[in-house]
C-alpha cells in the first residue's frame, strides 16, 4: 500500500484526483478504453473537480457506481446517484457507458444486472473512501466478505448510518435508509488500480487498523492491504494515528 499524506482535507482528496487521472491516462494509452469504479462522499468532492479539470477523453471511459442507497429516488438529494450527476457526470462526458445502480424497485435483480455487466470486464480505476467503522463502500465489519458476486444487497450497520447524519447528508438517523446495494469487497480488490481516499480525525482509527492493524473483517479496509496497487491519500488528522511510520507532508 502506497500512502501519501497532505496538509489538509482538499489537498488529499486533489492528490487522490491526480493519481485516479493518471491511472486512467495509461488504461486509455494500453487499451484504448478504460473502466472506472466511482465513489461518492466527502472524501471524494475535490477527486471529482480534479477530474474534471484533466484532459481526459471520457468518451472510451466506461463508467460503474459504486454503491447506492435501497430505497431512495435516483434525484433524492442525499441519492449517490444524485451527487455523481451533480459533481461530475453532467459536467464531464460524453462517456462510453455509465452504469447508475437502480436500486428502487428489485435491488437483488438489479444487483444480478450489474454483476452480468460486469463480470470478466477489466476494471482500471476504483475509487474508494473509508468509513469510521472501517468499511469500503457499504461492505460492513462481519459482513460476507468473502463473496465473489460483483453486487450485493447489504445491511447498514447503525455507525455508517450515523456517519451519514453526521456529515449533514440526512436530518437524522430515521431517514437514513437501512440496506444499500453495494460493489463487493472482492470485486473492488480485482481493480487494478485502487485509491482510497480518508480525511478527517474521524476517520484515523479506521485508517489505523486499515494500515496497521491485522488483516480482520472487524475491519474491512484492512483488506486492502493484500492490494497490489492501492493508494492510500491521507490528511494529518486521519494519518494522528499511525505509530512507527515517517510520513512526509507532501507539498
Not at 491526480?18 to 473502466?35: D, F, G, P, V
Not at 457499504?138 to 456517519?163: C, G, H, W
Request: net charge negative; with cysteine.
Amino acid at each position: 500500500m502506497e500512502i501519501t499524506l497532505m496538509d489538509n482535507a482538499g489537498e488529499a482528496a486533489r492528490n487522490a484526483g491526480k493519481l485516479a487521472a493518471a491511472n486512467i491516462q495509461l488504461a486509455l494509452e494500453i487499451h484504448n478504453c478504460a473502466t472506472v469504479v466511482l465513489a461518492t462522499g466527502v472524501s471524494q468532492y475535490e477527486v471529482y473537480a480534479e477530474l474534471l479539470e484533466a484532459a481526459i477523453d471520457w468518451r472510451r471511459v466506461t463508467l460503474y457506481q459504486l454503491d447506492e442507497y435501497i430505497g431512495l429516488p435516483p434525484y433524492h438529494p442525499a441519492a449517490f446517484s444524485h451527487y455523481l450527476r451533480t459533481r461530475f457526470l453532467d459536467q464531464a462526458g460524453p462517456f462510453a457507458e455509465v452504469n447508475l445502480i437502480a436500486s428502487e424497485e428489485n435491488p437483488l435483480q438489479e444487483c444480478q444486472r450489474l454483476s452480468q455487466m460486469l463480470a470478466g470486464e477489466r476494471v482500471d480505476v476504483c475509487l474508494a473512501g473509508v468509513g469510521e467503522n472501517g468499511h469500503l463502500a457499504f461492505n460492513e465489519p462481519d459482513s460476507n466478505l468473502a463473496t465473489m458476486q460483483p453486487y450485493i444487497v447489504v445491511d447498514l450497520q447503525q455507525k455508517s448510518r450515523q456517519q451519514q447524519v453526521n456529515q449533514g447528508l440526512f436530518d437524522n438517523l430515521d431517514s437514513v435508509p437501512v440496506q444499500a446495494i453495494s460493489m463487493s469487497l472482492q470485486q473492488m480488490l480485482k481493480s487494478d488500480f485502487l485509491v482510497c481516499t480518508a480525511t478527517g480525525q474521524r476517520k484515523a482509527q479506521a485508517v489505523e487498523q486499515m494500515v496497521q492493524g491485522d488483516i480482520s473483517t472487524l475491519w474491512p479496509a484492512s483488506l486492502l492491504q493484500t492490494h497490489p496497487d492501492c493508494h492510500l491519500c491521507l490528511d494529518a488528522e486521519a494519518a494522528s494515528k499511525l505509530q512507527g511510520m515517517e510520513l512526509r507532508l507532501v507539498a
